[in-house]
């Protein structure tokens, strides 16, 4: 037990690992083979985290002046990150709260973690928005100071902020082993994760300039993704604790979790599957000429490439075929397939966000400035599109992010006692 | 589905896959106007790629107009100021070669992770081979204005002159170098 080397009170954190830390990237002569691949992999990580560091302080002091977005595609992939991450950290949230709410047993062993990795996950998301906002310190005073009620970014804020205070709370009651209180918590999270989930899917669904995002389906799409992401990145930390750490091999009792986590991510698949063809099929039915000619970009135009290989073969095609077949019994086909859905799902949030602005709102105007069409500068062809292409200091930022994410895991799993091997 | 220890099912028949391809051959100048190719569409990927990647490092979307790629004559064809980069019939084929590739191996029960070496080599020094030669092919087919698909089938089967040439020296350049490359597989 780590209690040992602990301050009174705090027997879930462990001083002695803390102290440890440093080794976690120094390769030892002895080290095994799958430690040294891990512990490769932390240092270009903590690489990245410092460029990523970097470029978020050239983003807080220059503004968007450094960023890739325009008047015109005002939200780009910092934006992007930030729906994955939070909208990730919710399914992790909900699919780990199913143990607890419907006394899903094989999943309450891995609740400690799952609970500390959606809130480092809302940590980055928050980063992300923050220096896409450029003022972030002026956002959280304004947001108190001079609330506007009817705006749902607003609520996003403070449905996030809620839900954020909420994951804190029920994680030290994990730790403190107060469960029947965490039980409640992870109650009342829920109820404020789908609130915050959906609210977010209304940020984009309120906008009826930008039909793309427009409609009461998007908020129940967000919550369809989620599920998605959660349970994609639920198997994918299950199985990369068990990897780099101890002998290297997936414990037998996470080999069955990977199988059940991977029967669940088939389910929430096929939902998002269904979802995808319908919005897909409506929009080409859509009398309005804007929405018709997104889809027809996704489907057959400029995004064709992104739209069929990410989220078609890599979000849909690749892990339906593994959960549906034989390969759903093969832990590397598994956890194949919840790496694909990982990184397809943040294209798709690419690919959402950009589709949406994709396709200019000014008027078309005559010689004389009269404007004689509201409709994009184009009928049935792609000439018109609006291009975007994030800069650097986005891009480096997008991958401090999640290198922080996966550095921050590793910390919280050694120093924390998340897990039973770390209280061993 | 097949069991782990079932064995994969035997390859087609050359001349019957040959006399295959030959048919799509044909249905791809019937039904598209023209033949197949495959270096055309990762020449289009790479022109992408490289105008995105310098727009990005110049700033992002504001630096798309002058990118490197704009400026390069050989790239800036497969870079249209308006419309689509990657609106090709080469690139559609290319998806579907890679899709279709995948339907056969899973119909074939061949899909899984390894690396194809001889005995003698390692991992990690057949996969290093394997880019440079990659590097080195994609470089002579662009050089020669097409690939074994583009040129040697396409245009060797519209009996081109410079197609007949490019598939003998294909065919004389892999004898060439077979004798110092056959510790790599024997």
Known sequence: MTSATSPRGLEWFSRRELAKLPALLRVAPGDPAHQVTGKRILQGLLLLLLAGGAAGLLAFFRGHHVLGTTHEIPWGVLIAGYVFFVVSSTGLCLVSCLGHIFGIEILEPIAKRSVFLALVMMLSGFALIGLELERPLLLMWMAVASPNLSSPIW?????????????????????????????????????????????????????????????????????????????????????????????????????????????????????????????????????????????????????????????????????????????????????????????????????????????????????????????????????????????????????????????????????????????? | MRHEDERPAPYWNSYVAGIGLGLVLLASFVVMGRGLGASGAATRFASYAVHKVDASLGGGTRAEADSIARRNSYMAEYLPREGDPFDDFLVYMFLGVLVGGFVAGLGGGRVRFETIRGPQTSDRRRLVLAVLGGIVSAYGARLARGCTSGQALTGGATLALGSWAFMLAVFAGGYALAWFMRKEWL
């Open chain 1, 155 to 424: 609520w996003m804020g403070m449905l996030y902020g809620v839900y954020l205070l909420a994951l804190a709370g029920e994680l030290y009651l994990l730790l403190a082993r107060k469960e029947p209180w965490a039980r409640r918590v992870c109650q009342l999270k829920s109820i404020v994760a789908v609130a915050a989930n959906t609210n977010l899917g209304f940020v984009f669904g309120s906008l009826h300039g930008r039909p793309f995002w427009f409609g009461g389906a998007t908020p129940v799409y967000f919550i369809a993704t989620a599920f998605v992401s959660g349970t994609a990145l639920m198997m994918l930390m299950v199985y990369l604790t068990d990897r780099f750490s101890g002998e290297g091999t997936v414990r037998p009792p996470n080999e069955v979790l990977l199988r059940f986590l991977g029967k669940l991510l088939g389910l929430f698949l096929g939902i998002l599957l269904l979802f995808t063809v319908w919005r897909a099929l409506a929009g080409l039915a859509s009398g309005g000429e804007h929405l018709f000619q997104v889809v027809r970009s996704l489907l057959v135009g400029p995004l064709f490439v992104s739209f069929w290989l990410f989220e078609g073969l890599l979000v849909l095609g690749l892990p339906l075929v593994v959960v549906l077949s034989g390969w759903r019994t093969r832990t590397g086909a598994l956890v194949f397939a919840a790496a694909v859905t990982t990184l397809g799902m943040f294209l798709v949030r690419y690919n959402f966000v950009y589709a949406g602005q994709m396709l200019s709102l000014r008027p078309l105007t005559g010689p004389m400035g009269e404007i004689f069409d509201y409709s994009p500068p184009f009928k049935g062809t792609v000439a018109g599109i609006l291009p975007y292409t994030p800069s650097w200091v986005e891009i480096a930022i997008v991958l401090g992010a999640v290198s922080f994410t996966i550095l921050a895991y590793v910390v919280g799993n050694k120093v924390l006692t998340l897990g039973e091997e770390a209280e061993g």
